[in-house]
Protein backbone atom coordinates (compact mmCIF):
# COMPACT_ATOMS: atom_id res chain seq x y z
CA UNK A 1 0.00 0.00 0.00
CA UNK A 2 1.55 3.38 -0.82
CA UNK A 3 1.00 6.31 0.92
CA UNK A 4 1.73 9.82 -0.60
CA UNK A 5 1.78 12.70 1.90
CA UNK A 6 1.97 15.78 -0.66
CA UNK A 7 2.16 18.73 1.86
CA UNK A 8 3.14 17.79 5.23
CA UNK A 9 5.67 20.90 6.29
CA UNK A 10 3.10 22.84 8.17
CA UNK A 11 1.54 19.93 10.01
CA UNK A 12 4.41 18.83 10.76
CA UNK A 13 7.85 20.81 10.67
CA UNK A 14 10.07 18.54 12.37
CA UNK A 15 8.70 18.51 15.63
CA UNK A 16 6.47 15.23 14.99
CA UNK A 17 6.99 11.70 13.77
CA UNK A 18 5.38 10.51 10.57
CA UNK A 19 6.11 6.61 12.13
CA UNK A 20 2.52 5.64 13.07
CA UNK A 21 0.98 6.75 9.24
CA UNK A 22 4.76 4.88 8.00
CA UNK A 23 3.51 1.76 9.82
CA UNK A 24 0.55 1.64 7.16
CA UNK A 25 2.18 1.28 4.39
CA UNK A 26 4.92 2.37 1.86
CA UNK A 27 4.67 6.71 2.72
CA UNK A 28 6.44 9.18 1.09
CA UNK A 29 6.34 12.28 2.92
CA UNK A 30 6.68 16.08 0.25
CA UNK A 31 7.05 19.43 2.85
CA UNK A 32 4.98 20.79 -0.18
CA UNK A 33 3.91 20.06 -3.77
CA UNK A 34 3.66 22.84 -6.59
CA UNK A 35 -0.20 22.26 -8.62
CA UNK A 36 2.02 20.93 -11.62
CA UNK A 37 3.74 18.13 -9.30
CA UNK A 38 0.57 16.66 -8.18
CA UNK A 39 -0.25 14.34 -10.23
CA UNK A 40 3.14 12.92 -11.14
CA UNK A 41 3.81 12.51 -7.10
CA UNK A 42 0.92 10.31 -6.43
CA UNK A 43 2.04 8.44 -8.79
CA UNK A 44 0.37 4.84 -8.58
CA UNK A 45 0.15 5.88 -4.74
CA UNK A 46 -3.32 4.37 -3.19
CA UNK A 47 -3.57 6.85 -0.45
CA UNK A 48 -3.07 10.42 -0.93
CA UNK A 49 -3.08 12.90 2.13
CA UNK A 50 -3.13 16.44 1.37
CA UNK A 51 -3.70 19.38 3.90
CA UNK A 52 -3.99 22.48 1.19
CA UNK A 53 -2.73 21.01 -2.80
CA UNK A 54 -5.91 20.52 -4.63
CA UNK A 55 -6.83 17.49 -5.89
CA UNK A 56 -9.19 18.01 -8.73
CA UNK A 57 -11.55 16.00 -11.10
CA UNK A 58 -8.11 16.52 -13.47
CA UNK A 59 -6.32 14.22 -11.18
CA UNK A 60 -8.54 11.73 -10.03
CA UNK A 61 -9.16 11.11 -13.99
CA UNK A 62 -4.99 11.52 -14.54
CA UNK A 63 -4.47 8.72 -11.09
CA UNK A 64 -6.66 6.08 -11.47
CA UNK A 65 -5.22 3.82 -8.31
CA UNK A 66 -6.60 6.02 -5.49
CA UNK A 67 -8.56 4.84 -2.85
CA UNK A 68 -8.57 7.36 -0.30
CA UNK A 69 -8.24 11.14 0.08
CA UNK A 70 -7.37 11.72 3.76
CA UNK A 71 -7.30 16.02 4.38
CA UNK A 72 -5.17 16.97 7.07
CA UNK A 73 -7.55 20.38 8.16
CA UNK A 74 -11.29 20.00 8.88
CA UNK A 75 -12.16 21.68 6.02
CA UNK A 76 -11.79 20.31 2.53
CA UNK A 77 -12.70 22.45 -0.37
CA UNK A 78 -9.64 21.55 -1.68
CA UNK A 79 -10.84 18.30 -2.91
CA UNK A 80 -13.27 17.74 -5.43
CA UNK A 81 -15.88 15.91 -3.55
CA UNK A 82 -18.04 15.33 -6.55
CA UNK A 83 -15.62 13.74 -8.45
CA UNK A 84 -14.51 11.27 -5.71
CA UNK A 85 -17.96 10.55 -5.15
CA UNK A 86 -18.42 9.18 -8.45
CA UNK A 87 -15.03 7.27 -8.32
CA UNK A 88 -16.69 5.86 -4.55
CA UNK A 89 -13.17 7.23 -3.43
CA UNK A 90 -14.08 8.43 0.09
CA UNK A 91 -12.10 11.64 0.98
CA UNK A 92 -11.75 11.88 4.93
CA UNK A 93 -11.34 14.77 7.39
CA UNK A 94 -9.83 15.60 10.67
CA UNK A 95 -12.72 17.24 12.53
CA UNK A 96 -12.93 19.36 16.35
CA UNK A 97 -8.79 18.97 16.76
CA UNK A 98 -8.41 22.72 16.79
CA UNK A 99 -11.08 23.65 19.04
CA UNK A 100 -9.27 24.67 22.04
CA UNK A 101 -6.35 26.31 20.36
CA UNK A 102 -8.77 27.99 17.82
CA UNK A 103 -10.87 29.70 20.59
CA UNK A 104 -7.74 30.13 22.68
CA UNK A 105 -5.84 32.88 19.73
CA UNK A 106 -9.42 34.53 18.85
CA UNK A 107 -9.22 35.71 22.81
CA UNK A 108 -5.56 36.43 22.41
CA UNK A 109 -6.55 38.52 19.51
CA UNK A 110 -9.46 40.41 21.62
CA UNK A 111 -7.28 40.96 24.28
CA UNK A 112 -4.26 42.46 22.57
CA UNK A 113 -6.60 44.78 21.28
CA UNK A 114 -7.98 45.65 24.67
CA UNK A 115 -4.31 45.94 26.17
CA UNK A 116 -1.58 46.33 23.05
CA UNK A 117 1.00 44.00 25.50
CA UNK A 118 3.34 43.75 22.60
CA UNK A 119 3.74 47.54 21.77
CA UNK A 120 3.97 48.23 25.26
CA UNK A 121 6.82 45.78 25.72
CA UNK A 122 8.35 47.16 22.88
CA UNK A 123 7.95 50.42 24.17
CA UNK A 124 9.58 49.29 27.59
CA UNK A 125 12.18 47.80 25.53
CA UNK A 126 13.04 50.96 23.64
CA UNK A 127 13.73 52.85 27.05
CA UNK A 128 9.97 54.81 27.55
CA UNK A 129 9.55 53.42 30.27
CA UNK A 130 13.01 54.41 32.22
CA UNK A 131 13.13 57.82 30.56
CA UNK A 132 8.74 58.28 32.21
CA UNK A 133 8.47 61.12 34.64
CA UNK A 134 5.55 59.12 36.20
CA UNK A 135 5.44 55.52 37.36
CA UNK A 136 3.27 54.11 34.45
CA UNK A 137 1.63 54.99 31.03
CA UNK A 138 -0.17 53.95 28.15
CA UNK A 139 0.54 54.65 24.83
CA UNK A 140 -3.41 53.31 23.66
CA UNK A 141 -6.78 53.24 25.19
CA UNK A 142 -7.12 50.21 27.08
CA UNK A 143 -10.60 48.56 27.76
CA UNK A 144 -11.59 46.31 30.23
CA UNK A 145 -14.24 43.51 29.14
CA UNK A 146 -16.38 42.76 31.72
CA UNK A 147 -19.68 43.69 31.02
CA UNK A 148 -19.05 44.19 27.50
CA UNK A 149 -21.21 41.98 24.74
CA UNK A 150 -19.68 39.53 22.02
CA UNK A 151 -21.62 38.15 19.34
CA UNK A 152 -20.39 34.64 18.30
CA UNK A 153 -22.00 33.96 14.45
CA UNK A 154 -21.42 30.02 14.64
CA UNK A 155 -22.49 28.23 17.45
CA UNK A 156 -20.27 24.77 16.69
CA UNK A 157 -17.45 23.49 18.52
CA UNK A 158 -14.97 26.49 18.33
CA UNK A 159 -17.67 29.00 19.17
CA UNK A 160 -18.77 27.47 22.05
CA UNK A 161 -15.11 27.69 23.50
CA UNK A 162 -15.07 30.78 22.63
CA UNK A 163 -18.03 31.95 24.07
CA UNK A 164 -17.05 29.79 27.01
CA UNK A 165 -13.86 31.62 27.23
CA UNK A 166 -15.59 35.42 27.02
CA UNK A 167 -17.98 34.66 29.72
CA UNK A 168 -15.22 33.61 31.95
CA UNK A 169 -14.12 36.86 31.36
CA UNK A 170 -17.41 38.09 32.43
CA UNK A 171 -18.76 39.15 29.08
CA UNK A 172 -22.49 38.41 28.08
CA UNK A 173 -23.12 36.46 24.70
CA UNK A 174 -25.32 37.19 21.73
CA UNK A 175 -25.50 33.35 19.36
CA UNK A 176 -26.64 33.68 15.81
CA UNK A 177 -26.66 30.00 14.34
CA UNK A 178 -28.50 27.71 11.92
CA UNK A 179 -29.00 25.73 14.99
CA UNK A 180 -29.82 26.50 18.46
CA UNK A 181 -29.03 24.38 21.18
CA UNK A 182 -31.71 25.41 23.57
CA UNK A 183 -29.97 23.96 26.93
CA UNK A 184 -26.57 26.29 26.61
CA UNK A 185 -29.15 29.37 26.73
CA UNK A 186 -28.28 31.02 30.37
CA UNK A 187 -28.49 34.25 32.18
CA UNK A 188 -25.20 35.20 30.04
CA UNK A 189 -25.74 33.31 26.52
CA UNK A 190 -28.85 33.42 24.60
CA UNK A 191 -29.43 33.15 21.04
CA UNK A 192 -30.64 36.06 18.17
CA UNK A 193 -31.11 37.30 14.74
CA UNK A 194 -28.37 38.83 13.49
CA UNK A 195 -29.67 42.15 12.83
CA UNK A 196 -29.98 42.03 17.09
CA UNK A 197 -26.66 40.59 17.10
CA UNK A 198 -25.01 43.62 15.22
CA UNK A 199 -26.67 46.31 16.78
CA UNK A 200 -25.67 45.14 20.33
CA UNK A 201 -22.56 43.26 20.07
CA UNK A 202 -19.47 45.63 21.54
CA UNK A 203 -17.17 42.49 19.86
CA UNK A 204 -18.25 40.08 17.19
CA UNK A 205 -16.10 36.82 16.61
CA UNK A 206 -17.06 34.95 13.53
CA UNK A 207 -16.90 30.82 14.06
CA UNK A 208 -19.16 29.86 11.15
CA UNK A 209 -18.10 27.77 7.68
CA UNK A 210 -17.56 29.49 4.53
CA UNK A 211 -20.67 28.98 2.42
CA UNK A 212 -22.83 30.65 -0.11
CA UNK A 213 -24.98 32.48 2.63
CA UNK A 214 -21.90 33.39 4.80
CA UNK A 215 -19.39 34.79 2.12
CA UNK A 216 -18.99 38.72 2.65
CA UNK A 217 -20.95 38.26 6.05
CA UNK A 218 -19.02 41.08 7.18
CA UNK A 219 -19.66 44.29 4.53
CA UNK A 220 -20.53 47.60 4.31
CA UNK A 221 -24.03 46.97 5.22
CA UNK A 222 -23.46 44.88 8.08
CA UNK A 223 -20.82 47.38 9.18
CA UNK A 224 -23.54 49.97 8.94
CA UNK A 225 -25.55 48.40 11.23
CA UNK A 226 -22.79 47.41 14.23
CA UNK A 227 -22.43 50.06 17.23
CA UNK A 228 -20.16 52.47 16.43
CA UNK A 229 -16.75 51.19 17.49
CA UNK A 230 -17.19 47.86 17.48
CA UNK A 231 -14.38 44.97 17.48
CA UNK A 232 -13.87 42.29 15.17
CA UNK A 233 -12.40 39.24 15.25
CA UNK A 234 -11.85 36.65 12.60
CA UNK A 235 -10.52 32.78 13.00
CA UNK A 236 -12.57 31.30 10.70
CA UNK A 237 -12.44 31.69 6.76
CA UNK A 238 -10.81 34.90 5.01
CA UNK A 239 -13.75 35.61 2.66
CA UNK A 240 -16.71 35.48 5.82
CA UNK A 241 -14.80 39.42 5.54
CA UNK A 242 -15.12 41.85 2.55
CA UNK A 243 -11.60 43.13 3.34
CA UNK A 244 -12.37 46.15 1.41
CA UNK A 245 -15.54 47.49 3.59
CA UNK A 246 -13.70 46.21 6.24
CA UNK A 247 -10.66 48.67 5.52
CA UNK A 248 -12.63 51.41 4.97
CA UNK A 249 -14.41 50.94 8.68
CA UNK A 250 -11.08 50.69 10.67
CA UNK A 251 -9.62 53.66 8.43
CA UNK A 252 -12.72 55.72 9.29
CA UNK A 253 -13.74 54.44 13.00
CA UNK A 254 -16.78 53.00 12.41
CA UNK A 255 -15.24 49.70 13.54
CA UNK A 256 -12.53 50.26 16.49
CA UNK A 257 -10.16 47.15 15.43
CA UNK A 258 -9.83 44.07 13.98
CA UNK A 259 -8.05 40.98 15.29
CA UNK A 260 -7.76 38.40 11.78
CA UNK A 261 -6.11 35.15 11.65
CA UNK A 262 -7.39 34.18 7.78
CA UNK A 263 -7.15 36.43 4.90
CA UNK A 264 -9.42 35.74 1.71
CA UNK A 265 -6.29 35.18 -0.19
CA UNK A 266 -3.51 33.25 1.63
CA UNK A 267 -0.36 33.76 1.82
CA UNK A 268 -2.19 37.21 2.21
CA UNK A 269 -1.25 39.16 -1.21
CA UNK A 270 0.75 42.62 -0.66
CA UNK A 271 -2.11 44.85 -1.69
CA UNK A 272 -4.61 43.36 0.80
CA UNK A 273 -5.78 46.76 2.17
CA UNK A 274 -6.00 45.05 5.41
CA UNK A 275 -2.19 45.93 5.98
CA UNK A 276 -2.44 49.49 5.70
CA UNK A 277 -5.62 49.58 8.06
CA UNK A 278 -5.89 50.81 10.81
CA UNK A 279 -6.00 48.96 14.36
CA UNK A 280 -5.86 45.80 12.58
CA UNK A 281 -3.71 42.95 13.97
CA UNK A 282 -3.31 39.81 11.48
CA UNK A 283 -1.87 37.00 12.43
CA UNK A 284 -0.51 34.70 9.95
CA UNK A 285 -3.10 31.54 10.06
CA UNK A 286 -1.53 30.05 13.23
CA UNK A 287 -4.59 29.25 15.08
CA UNK A 288 -4.56 25.62 14.51
CA UNK A 289 -0.87 25.77 15.05
CA UNK A 290 -0.01 24.94 18.67
CA UNK A 291 1.85 21.66 18.98
CA UNK A 292 -0.79 19.81 20.99
CA UNK A 293 -3.26 20.69 18.13
CA UNK A 294 -1.16 19.36 15.36
CA UNK A 295 -0.47 16.24 17.61
CA UNK A 296 -4.30 15.49 17.88
CA UNK A 297 -4.90 16.14 13.85
CA UNK A 298 -1.89 13.63 13.13
CA UNK A 299 -3.53 11.10 15.56
CA UNK A 300 -6.61 11.33 13.83
CA UNK A 301 -5.34 11.41 10.80
CA UNK A 302 -3.70 8.41 11.06
CA UNK A 303 -6.89 6.57 13.13
CA UNK A 304 -8.40 7.56 10.12
CA UNK A 305 -6.72 5.45 7.84
CA UNK A 306 -6.68 2.93 9.87
CA UNK A 307 -10.48 2.93 9.88
CA UNK A 308 -10.62 2.65 6.07
CA UNK A 309 -8.37 -0.09 5.79
CA UNK A 310 -10.58 -2.54 8.65
CA UNK A 311 -13.23 -1.35 6.38
CA UNK A 312 -15.10 0.78 9.23
CA UNK A 313 -13.91 4.08 7.75
CA UNK A 314 -14.89 7.46 9.57
CA UNK A 315 -15.14 10.94 9.38
CA UNK A 316 -16.23 10.44 5.60
CA UNK A 317 -17.39 14.07 4.11
CA UNK A 318 -18.37 12.55 1.17
CA UNK A 319 -19.97 9.25 1.96
Known amino acids: MKIVVLDGYTVNP ?26 ERIGDAE ?68 HHVGE ?74 LDELFAKADVISLHCPLAENTKGIINRDSIARMKDGVIIINTSRGPLVVEEDLAAALNSGKVYAAGVDVVSCEPIQAENPLLHAKNCIITPHIAWAPIEARSRLLDCAVNNLRSFLAKTPVNVVNG
Not at 63 to 86: H, M, P, S, W
Not at 182 to 189: C, G, H, W
Open 14 to 39: GDLSWDHLRELGDLVVYDRTPGDKTV
Open 120 to 193: HSQSVKSGEWTKSVDFCYWKSPLIELEGKTMGVIGFGNIGQKTACIAQALGMKILVNSRREIKELESDTLRYVG
Open 47 to 114: IVITNKTVIDRNVFEACQKIQYVGVLATGYNVVDIEAAKEKKIPVVNVPAYSTASVGQLAIALLLEIC
